[in-house]
Every structure is written in structure tokens, then in C-alpha cells.
């Protein structure tokens, strides 16, 4: 231990002065050491530990805490400096965790001198992005980060927004399926594509899927056919040309080609990761019969010869080995360019839902994994992959897709059941967070891996997960649809009392590189335009909050916060946009309240008092009940 302290102190040193010499990339790599050393020591465990386990080295090492806890916030304020907020609160709130379970025989006290709740509390009020940081976003480092533009698509005749459904491009059609409205237990087995080279979208509607039920379910492309897995050995397809749904029975064989029981009890699997390469489909984890948390089950099946094997994990509650990946369900996967390597990224292992179900490993909370997996195709072996470079805090339910056209790896949004989100002026504090940040995961950057880019960007779709990101192989174009989000934690407008609202928008993201259709982005325009999230910027003055958009025939291109900044920028955005004044179109007030000048992030908002219980009004509409802030952090 002597030894790895020592090595812990000389990487933080280095990334210490690198970090003051600005070379951030330099500096991320050094405190990226410091992780590895105190998770290898992790790893060397008898008997070895889930990742939900807390882990102290025995006996009781004070300098390797602090060490530990130097790496963490320093890595924060680095990730604050270029913009990548949900990091920077991941690092701070584990530096937290890892004061609070520091065994007995360690000074604490001493700890939170380097990492104060006041800091703390800071960092967990930001959104990720946040908007009030957005006004003046440019990327500080090439490396580190790549410009970016989230633009909303326009749909004439729209489907029912969703979460947990399927989804695929093929020939530069948009196809989903099935899923679920957020807030409800209502569940869909519809079936629509949309023509993505025309505008404005409309959506066609397909045969129905053939069961009563499409959720977290998964549909793969290869050849004219799209095949569903549902953990049984009959497989389900849509014949592409044809336009009609079949099935398939599959079968389970080791590797001499012998028949072996199906691996899969009572024959179903949900929130699981597919993929195809060479002819072979691949699945791995999601949830089982008895392992509701999440399992990490891998096999392939041979489209050819129907024929699966198992490759590894379990269809149940596995072990702990820290040479595989952990059980679990929502990750983020992708297969690289080349069909050599499957790769997974985080994901969840729901300890609440073994809760509910009576299961092993049960927790209030669960888990979100911060690791990073490859399967090689060709060894048939595992690899932890290192994080390098700017990249995205551990979550679930996140989108995710590869593109051909950048060869990378792209991951947008997602949920995080243990990063806390603070309001601290309306005290209040959820225990989770909702992502709307979008990353990039180079492939041609593999010295000494490939490296995590930050998309720095204006609008971006709001906060959200359990949606899909989709490359269109024949464009290089990438889009992303659907998802849900907590209305409690994300102002969403008047629905009711339900505590989450599921999507059925549209939207194409640019990348600033070569392929990425950049140059299409109006930069001045959308500087002034972008919608974010669930916010607008006031075209006049730039604040940001709920404004109301301009009733003009522009179609409401631009958003104005008072009659004040709408009559001093009229005839500016008359000229930019082409807006001439509708019949009977007055200048209405703003759809915000303010009291006291309150404000959150740039949106206003009311808090009154009703029968005892706090409410907040956005839009003049009151939200879910908020849970109310509990203790200290």
C-alpha cells in the first residue's frame, strides 16, 4: 500500500501543475492514474466486491483517502472549467460518499477541509448543461471538446410520445416501435416509419407488433430483416420489403455444436443491449426472471444457422468478478467500425426494483455503474477499457449510437440514480439527476485510448432518458427521438399531476468535423434562438427562462421575456426572420411569475403554500409535489 500511496501522490503532483499550466488534457490523464491505482487495489479484494460495495483498505489508511479525495476535486474544478457540469458533480458527490462511509481510525474531519459542503452544495445546483453557462460556451480545448448543434425537426402528423420502445434506420427511414407513455402503465405495440429525406417528417403507420406488448425492447437490421429479442428461443422479425412480421425458432448449442437447455428462465429478457456484426447478433444483460437489478448475460446468435452460444455472465444474479462487467440493465453499447469489438459503457443495477421484488442486493437507490467495457469478437475475452479525456459521468438510460460516417461513438442524455440535484433557494434536493450533455467518443483517437470529446453547444433537447440516437448509415446523419423526463426536477408545463412526460420530438445533431454538416448550422442565428431545454433565450436581452414566443408569421422563431425587450427588438428580428404581425396578434406577458426576483437557473417560478405541502407554479400550472429537502448533504 506503501507504494501505491506514493505513486497516488506524484500523479496528483503532476496533474496539479499541468492543470496550472492549462493542459487540461495532460492533467485529466494524471488524474485518471490516480482512479486506476485506488480501483486496482479495489479489484485485488478476497472476496471480491459488486460495485455498489463500499471498499476500505484495511487497515485504515489515511493518506490514501486524502489522496483519493485530492484526485476528485481536483478533477472537479477542472470539469467546471470546461463546462462538463455533470462530471464535475459525479466526482464532488463520490468525494462525499467516501467521507461519510470512511471507517472509524480515519480523520474525516481532515477530509472535508479538502472537499467543504459549501462546494458541494455549489456544483450539485448546476444543471448539465446549465443555460446560465451556456451564454458564453466556446471550446477551450480541441481535445477536450468539439462544437456541436442540436437542431428540433419538423413532423406534420406525429405518433404518441413514448419511452422504452424500439427503434432502427434503414434506406433513411426512421423506424419505432412500440413502448410506453411516461407517467402511465398505458404500453403500445404500434409500429411507424418516417421518409427522414423529406421535411417536414410525417409518419406512416406499419403492421402492428405481433404480441400485445413492445417495451424495453430491442430491434437489429441485417439483411431486409429487423429482428426482436424477447429472451425466448422464437425470434421475431419484420421483413423490411415485404413489410410483415414473421418468426423464427432459434436453439442453444456449446461450442462442439451440442444442444444445451435454453439459458434464459421462463424466456424473458427486457432493458438489454443487441447488436449486430458480421451476421451475428449479439445481446447482453437486462432483466431476468429473479434479477430484476439487472443480470450480465452474454451470447451470440448465429443468423445463419439460427444456432446461439453463450459467451458469458448469467441470466441471473451473478458473483462478483472484476474481470467481467457487472450485472445490469439501460447500457450504453455500440459495435465499432471495424467488427472487432463490442463495446459497453455505465448503465444501471437496479437495486430499487430487487427491492420491490424481493431480490438479492436490494438499496433505497440504484446504482450507476462508472466503468467502460470491449468484447473482443475475435479472443472472445472482456477488457476494461480507461476513460480518457472530457467524459460523461456514470448514468443509465442514456442514448447512444455509433456513426460509420465519424468513426465514433456518440452518447447524449440519461439519468443518474446518485448524483443529487439541489435547489438550495427553494430547499429542496432530489437524489437524482436528468442529462440533456452530449459526448463523443473518437475511435481514430486511440493514443493511449480513444478519447471522450464534450459537444459544446447552444439549444439542446431537454433533459431526458429512454431516448434513442440514431446514425443514418446512408448520411452520416445522426438523430435523436423520444424519451421521458421528471416533471418534478424538469419544468415541463401543464400535465397534470404526473411525475414524468414522455416525447415524440425529433431532432439532428452537427458536429463541427469532417462529415458532421456543420457548415448547414446558423451559428449568430442560433446563438440568439436556440431553445434550451425546457427554456428559451430572450432574443432581445438573452435572459433565460419560460418565455412566450413571438405570434408573428415567423412561425415563433424568436422568444421574448417582457413587452419591453420585445418592442426594442421587433424590428431587428422583423428584418433576420422575416416576421410581419398576425391579425389580432397583441404583445401578451410573459408565461413566468416572479416574486421577489426569484429566480433558479433562469426560470422563474412561485412557491406558495397548499394544505400543508409545497407546490411550484411554472407557466401558471402547478407541477407534481416536489419531495422536500431532508438533512444535509
Known sequence: MDNRVNLMICCNGV????????????ALEWYEEVDILYKNARFAVRPALHDWEHYNPQPPRQDFYMQRIRALVGVADMYVHLGNTGAAAHRRSTADALIKHAPAGVNTRALRVLCPIYLLNAVTQFRHPDPELLKQWEPLNEDLQVRGSWQRMKISRNILPRMSFASFIWQSRLYICGGMKGGSPEVYNDFHCMDLSRQPGTWRELPRFPRKVCVNLQLVVHGNKAYCFRGAARIDYFNLTTERWGSVLTRCVDRAGEPVSWPIPDGALSSYAMHVADGRMYVFGGAAKGADLGCNFFAVLDLSTKTWQHLSGVAGMPEADPDEPGPRRY??????????????????????????????????????????????????KWRREK??????????????????????????????????TLFADSDLRFRFTYYADTFVL???????????RHVVHQGFPTYRAQSTLLADPDTGRVYLFGGYTNTDQVPSGNHGQLWTRSFG??????????????????????ERNARLGPWQRCFSCGNTGMWRKCGGTCGGRAFFCDDACQREAWREHKELHNCRKSE????????????????????KQLKMSFDGQTLWKTSGKPCATPRPLSGTL
Open 387 to 420: 476513460m480518457v479525456g472530457n467524459v460523461p459521468c456514470p448514468r443509465t438510460e442514456m442514448a447512444s449510437t455509433y456513426s460509420p460516417a465519424l468513426n465514433s461513438a456518440i452518447v447524449y442524455g440519461g439519468y443518474s440514480p446518485e448524483t443529487p
Open 442 to 452: 473518437d475511435h481514430s483517437s486511440a493514443s493511449p485510448a480513444p478519447r471522450w
Open 505 to 526: 420530438d425529433l431532432w439532428q445533431l452537427r458536429l463541427d468535423v469532417p462529415g458532421g454538416h456543420f457548415e448547414e448550422v446558423d451559428v449568430a442565428d442560433e
Open 331 to 380: 447500457v450504453a453499447s455500440w459495435v465499432d467500425g471495424r467488427k472487432e469489438n463490442v463495446y459497453l459503457l455505465q448503465g444501471m443495477a437496479d437495486r430499487a426494483a430487487a427491492e420491490m421484488f424481493d431480490q438479492a442486493h436490494v438499496a433505497c437507490n440504484s446504482h450507476g455503474y462508472d466503468d467502460f467495457w470491449s468484447w473482443n469478437i475475435e479472443e472472445r
Open 584 to 603: 389580432g396578434d397583441e404583445i401578451r406577458e410573459p408565461s413566468v411569475v416572479e416574486v421577489n426576483g426569484g429566480m433558479v437557473y433562469g426560470m
Open 15 to 26: 496533474a496539479t501543475c499541468l492543470g496550472g499550466m492549462h493542459k487540461e488534457t495532460e
